[in-house]
């Protein structure tokens, strides 16, 4: 049966270039999708991709607005129901942060991966063409159907609730920091040893979002001072995530921060610096108010928070949630 997929780029690495071959950092995005796809050889004997170019910008850039955008445009190609699987090109030092919105808030009736790349088009031993074409045959995979968003990279398929990038340089920067490995792509062949657990219903309508409110991110440390928690109040954010110590633990600092903000109003999330292990609920929440990020790290904490509070739901709802992702 031939295929019909969707490729959407938004730019990064896999759409830039630098000046010379050896160059591998401090390059700029220069390539649109429809010249990037071109270059990959047999793409085209795959399936018909229809190519479309939503963005072409580094994924520092990527904001809110920039991802809701994108988000609706795969839902409307999903209930459009004429495809058969979307593939999304991104920068890779946001990447786990769109993949986790879009883990939360799309029902994947056909695949919808991502992919990116850690050296330019330009470079010696460019991961980009290849990480498309494994991306384009993951998505026209049948066996990629209901395992929710994915991230393939590096000859790995990753769900997009686990997504990390783990290294700064290295071709093998996207893993996961647990479980999440779903499958492998190897020589033309797609392998799935596990099946992820997807959410059943979307966690928010995309309808009418265009922007989320602004939560700040706080690092914990030792000799922390108050003073991002106050300006996190007076720059008007809606909450604040805190990447605490251990399993959520707050210097005093953060602890006052939290109290501060809590009075004005923010919504705070104990979440760990620690990259492995849930944070766990305490019995002194109740009465600070504070909410516990459970399994999600700060950053996925945040995006939910952000989803949360931008269909003004209440406290009681957002401290469920948490424990239930
Ligand atoms: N700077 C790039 C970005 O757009 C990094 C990458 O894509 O690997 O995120």
Redesign the pocket.
């Given at each position: 049966m031939h295929r019909h997929l969707v490729l959407i780029g938004t730019?990064?690495?896999?759409a830039?270039t630098a000046n010379a071959a050896q160059q591998l950092t401090d390059y700029t995005?220069t390539q649109g999708i429809a010249a990037m796809l071109a270059a990959v050889p047999g793409a085209h004997e795959l399936a018909d991709i229809h190519c479309e170019q939503l963005f072409n910008?580094?994924?520092?850039a990527m904001g809110s607005a920039q991802v809701l955008r994108l988000a609706r445009r795969i839902e409307q190609h999903l209930k459009s129901g004429a495809v058969d699987g979307i593939v999304v090109t991104?920068?890779?030092?946001?990447?786990e942060e769109t993949a986790f919105l879009l883990h939360l808030t799309l029902q994947c009736q056909v695949p919808v991966v991502l992919v990116?790349?850690?050296r330019p088009g330009s470079a010696l031993s460019a991961d980009g063409p290849l990480n498309l074409y494994n991306a384009l045959l993951v998505a026209c995979d049948p066996a990629s159907q209901a395992r929710g968003v994915l991230v393939a990279m590096n000859d790995t398929i990753v769900s997009a609730r686990a997504a990390l990038k783990l290294s700064t340089t290295q071709v093998q920067?996207f893993g996961v920091d647990g479980t999440g490995v779903l499958g492998s792509i190897t020589d033309r062949v797609v392998r799935y040893w596990a099946r992820p657990d997807v959410p059943a219903n979307p966690l928010c309508s995309l309808k009418g979002l265009r922007r989320l409110p602004a939560v700040d991110l706080i690092l914990d440390y030792q000799d922390a001072p108050l003073h991002p928690y106050q300006a996190a109040i007076a720059a008007g954010a809606s909450g604040i995530v805190v990447a605490g110590m251990g399993n959520g633990s707050l210097s005093s600092a953060a602890e006052r921060g939290c109290r501060l903000a809590t009075r004005h109003g923010l919504v705070c999330i104990r979440a760990s610096r620690v990259p492995r292990g849930a944070v766990t609920l305490k019995s002194s929440d109740h009465d600070t108010g504070l909410l516990a990020a459970g399994a999600l790290n700060a950053l996925q904490a945040r995006t939910v928070l952000r989803l949360a509070l931008a269909q003004h739901w209440g406290t009681e709802q957002i401290r469920e949630t948490l424990q239930r992702l």
């Open positions: 730019g990064g690495t896999i830039a995005v910008i580094d994924s520092r991104h920068g890779t030092d946001t990447l990116g790349a850690m920067a």
